[in-house]
């Protein structure tokens, strides 16, 4: 099986609500979906979101990427080499890792239906379902404690309530929604790089000292200060997570000896694809650090190989953030992995198992 090819298309799914975070309002997927061709008419689904104020990837920017240095290294290779596909991925060009992770994407989809498995199972195997989060984006306090009561009543068993805008107003947003699904539901905190170190241990001691348990807060300081995240980390009780603090393998070996985070994020945007994923679980594994997989905003092709990723790496992705398909209003993809709100379920269909991608409009490059 040779790669012949390499097409893009545009994705478009509205949201139910907007995605609204310390650093950008969403209401609408929209994402480059990759299409690798082969020899014998199999093909490979990839994706990639434009998040230009975390990776620096616009939707511009990825299909050059692609089109101009990864795709005339790719055509004429053999799938069943991966290793050498995923290093010529990798070094084709500096950073671009969501349009990296969206080529890696279709091509082990490729591998494994190259062997006639389900991804999950060429990675390792494991339990093919697995639960997830759900968002609850930052907003009026009545409408975050609404939201979140609604989710609850979906058979959401854990929160990530997003905050980082006010710290005042954030307080009182997280101990509004606890006091509503105490018992019920555990609440992850998400302040996406929104509050300064001492304003993080400020809010988190208060928010401690109320009798507020939180499962984790992540990415509370700007993702360059390592310093401040430890000194976050070494002040409150609560475990801290990293998240775009850490991209790729090095990074998370140089987080992990400064012991500036309890947890590590992992998302395949940022990794550039499943390979250095792979890696950096293995890392955490060997230091005995947990890790989280999450996602940007996407649909469920890409969110389907995180969640292949996940079932293969139980051991140390502990905790699952891909409630991404279920924040849209339709899912686009025909065959795959099987979102139903929490509980997410891998079939038994070769690679991901995409049949087929309703309403994909096809572009030149």
């Avoid at 509050?195 to 109320?210: G, I, S, Y």
């Amino acid at each position: 099986m040779k790669i012949t090819d390499i097409t893009f298309g545009m994705l478009r799914v509205p949201l139910k609500t907007p995605f609204k975070t310390a650093l950008r309002t969403v209401d609408t997927v929209e994402d480059i979906v990759v299409i690798v061709h082969t020899d014998t008419g199999h093909v490979g689904y990839g994706e990639a979101p434009a998040t230009a104020v975390i990776t620096g990837d616009t939707h511009g920017s990825i299909v050059e990427a692609i089109g101009k240095f990864i795709r005339p290294r790719l055509i004429g290779q053999e799938i069943a080499n991966l290793n050498h596909i995923t290093d010529l991925v990798q070094t084709a060009l500096e950073r671009n890792t969501s349009a990296k992770a969206a080529v890696e994407i279709a091509v082990y989809d490729l591998w494994a239906q190259l062997y006639d498995a389900p991804l999950y199972k060429m990675l390792g195997g494991g339990d093919p379902v697995i639960t997830t989060d759900i968002t609850i984006s930052v907003d009026y306090i009545d409408k975050m404690v609404a939201d979140s009561i609604s989710a609850v009543e979906r058979g959401f068993e854990s929160l990530k309530i997003k905050v980082g805008k006010d710290i005042g107003l954030d307080i009182e947003r997280v101990k509004a929604i606890y006091s509503a699904v105490e018992g019920r539901a555990l609440l992850r905190l998400d302040a996406n790089q929104g509050w300064t170190a001492k304003q993080a241990v400020f809010a988190m001691q208060h928010l401690e000292d109320a009798g507020v348990v939180l499962e984790l807060l992540e990415q509370p300081v700007k993702a360059r200060d390592l310093d401040g995240l430890k000194y976050v980390t070494d002040r409150v009780h609560t475990p801290v997570m990293a998240d775009e603090s850490v991209f790729g393998p090095t990074e998370v070996i140089d987080l992990i000896k400064m012991r500036a985070a309890d947890i590590i994020n992992i998302k395949l945007m940022k990794t550039g694809g499943i390979s250095n994923a792979i890696r950096i679980a293995d890392i955490a594994s060997l230091y005995g650090v947990e890790c989280m997989i999450g996602c940007m905003i996407e649909t469920s092709i890409s969110v389907a190989a995180a969640v292949h990723v996940a079932a293969a790496k139980a051991n140390v992705i502990t905790k699952v953030d891909l409630d991404g398909p279920s924040l849209g209003q339709f899912n686009p993809v025909e065959g795959g992995v099987i979102f139903n709100e929490s509980e997410i379920t891998i079939t038994e269909a070769p690679g991901l198992g995409i049949r087929e991608i309703r309403g994909l409009e096809m572009l030149p490059g």
